[in-house]
């Protein structure tokens, strides 16, 4: 009974600390996501008029929107919808399968619709559909893919709407992988622009949209090739070309109007321009809008450069605990009048530091992250950037401070749980661990669990080790010792019987 309670409250106390892990992880190695609006910001540069009443400008390394005109709001989105299908392709399928279009995939469109008259039965790799989506914006190529990667149109307007909700799109509902009229078929400036940022990070997408013209080969019901091209005005070579444009996509339908994507870059800047709902304005307006943020904004590398005064929460200089540094990914997009050391630079360091994955160049483990540094200007937060801290460094910084540590608690006589687990034995301890971590099987699984879960917190990992220690003595016990005891003389072995018996008063028969 007393066995039950202590496996009870072991295993309570492994989910507590589970859950307190698992959530402060998330909590610091977890960076929102979301775009952040910086429109309303004090001393933010004038935007342009434009024609169209739906619009979105980000930058795509930040995430941060630029300019925006309703951009939340619902629209039709025609064949930009071809976006998400590209990149749910591009997740799910190596670009050599091959994908074989059906009968509804080619005759189930609307009169008038792009096509690249492919037939019933026709074969076409998957790279080859990319091609077709993306420069020809092929319907017949869209619903193909669909149901190759999910069995039906429908399942795969499911997936879409999953993807959108992963990427953080709230206004999406699709219901067609092409973009065809649909009452139902919706989205936002906002959502495709969030699509389009995490495309920019594939290469293959990149690899397509850089061709002008692609040439389709022969197939199995096509004897003859045939040449796409590029239907985007500012990314095709051409009197249109906008510099800096590394890809798009068009739309329109009678009922949507003209919409348009559009993706530039030049230097350490990526910007995302989306419009919906244009009437022959489209280019137009996607042109203003990239001038606007080139000419207006510039996007740092945060590491690269002269960093502000580091201040806390009550705006006292701080100085950031050893080994600590900013990756190399991390940017900030300013208008060109603001100085980023003239920025305001709050410091915010975890209780606990926790492991990121992020590996340390050189090294074989990874950094931990202990906190973010939160810039703003005139009290509106511009961005923020991850602090690391390189383990070799925080641990030579927390060996030099350990023979500190020991005196001042043997002078004071303290004896916390906190100086406690800073004082030497437990880099010992930690070694050891790390040792049986790397020798693999049963017991270096255990081991590897308590290194990776207790991060640089000294408590964490005692505690650990203490719940590790307290399974392995119960499990050895249980071998050691039978699963229930007998009272009965006759359940003793040997020597122990026959004197329990005499004890008792019985006698033998002979």
């Not at 590029?230 to 009922?255: M, N, P, R, S, W």
């Not at 996007?299 to 005064?309: D, G, R, V």
Request: net charge negative; proline share 4%; hydrophobic share 40%.
């Amino acid at each position: 009974m007393k066995q039950q309670h202590i496996f009870r409250l072991t295993a309570l106390l492994l989910a507590l600390l589970l859950a307190v892990s698992g959530a402060a992880t998330a909590f610091a190695a977890g960076a929102d996501t979301s775009p952040t609006d910086l429109t309303s910001v004090p001393d933010w540069p004038a935007a342009p008029e434009l024609e169209t009443n739906y619009a979105i400008l980000m930058e795509a390394n930040t995430g941060v929107i630029l300019y925006a005109k309703n951009d939340t709001e619902q629209c039709h989105p025609a064949s930009i919808t071809k976006l998400m299908t590209a990149l749910l392709t591009l997740e799910n399928c190596s670009l050599d399968d091959t994908v074989t279009f059906s009968y509804r995939a080619t005759h189930e469109l609307e009169e008038g619709a792009t096509s690249i008259a492919r037939t019933e039965g026709e074969q076409l790799s998957v790279r080859d559909c990319l091609y077709a989506l993306l420069l020809a914006s092929a319907n017949e190529v869209a619903q193909a893919l669909a149901e190759h990667i999910s069995g039906s149109i429908e399942a795969f307007a499911d997936l879409m709407n999953q993807r959108a909700e992963q990427l953080g799109c709230t206004g999406t509902h699709f219901t067609n992988p092409s973009g065809l009229n649909d009452d139902q078929h919706v989205t936002t400036c906002r959502d495709m622009a969030l699509i389009t940022r995490e495309l920019l990070k594939n290469k293959d997408f990149l690899e397509i949209e850089s061709h002008t013209t692609y040439t389709i080969p022969a197939t199995n019901k096509h004897s003859e090739p045939l040449v796409i091209a590029q239907k985007h005005k500012l990314v095709k070579q051409g009197g249109d070309h906008y510099e800096g444009a590394i890809a798009g996509k068009t739309g329109y339908t009678t009922q949507t109007g003209n919409t348009l994507v559009t993706c530039a870059q030049r230097n350490d800047e990526t910007l995302i321009c989306v419009v919906m709902g244009c009437s022959g304005t489209h280019y137009r307006d996607t042109v203003s809008l990239l001038d606007y943020g080139f000419n207006n904004f510039s996007t740092i590398n945060i590491s690269a450069s002269e960093s502000p005064e580091l201040t806390g929460s009550d705006g006292s200089p701080v100085s950031l605990p050893a080994g600590t540094y900013i990756p190399d990914d991390e940017w900030l997009t300013l208008p060109r009048s603001m100085d980023f050391a003239g920025l305001t630079a709050t410091v915010e360091l975890y209780d606990n530091p926790l492991q990121t994955g992020v590996t340390v160049a050189g090294q074989a483990g990874s950094a931990n992250s202990v906190g973010r540094i939160h810039y703003s200007h005139k009290g509106s937060e511009l961005g923020t950037a991850l602090l690391l801290q390189d383990p070799a460094a925080a641990a030579s910084a927390s060996s030099s401070a350990e023979t500190a540590t020991t005196a001042e608690a043997a002078s004071s006589g303290k004896n916390s749980l906190r100086r406690i687990a800073s004082l030497a034995p437990i880099s010992a301890l930690r070694s050891w661990v790390d040792q049986h971590a790397k020798q693999g099987g049963p017991s270096g699984t255990i081991f590897l669990f308590i290194r990776n879960h207790s991060g640089a917190s000294a408590l964490i990992f005692l505690l650990l080790l203490v719940l590790l220690i307290l399974i392995l003595r119960l499990i050895f016990v249980r071998i050691r010792r039978p699963a229930h005891r007998h009272h009965n003389a006759y359940h003793l072995p040997g020597e122990h019987r026959r004197k329990r018996r005499r004890k008792k008063g019985y006698h033998m028969k002979r």
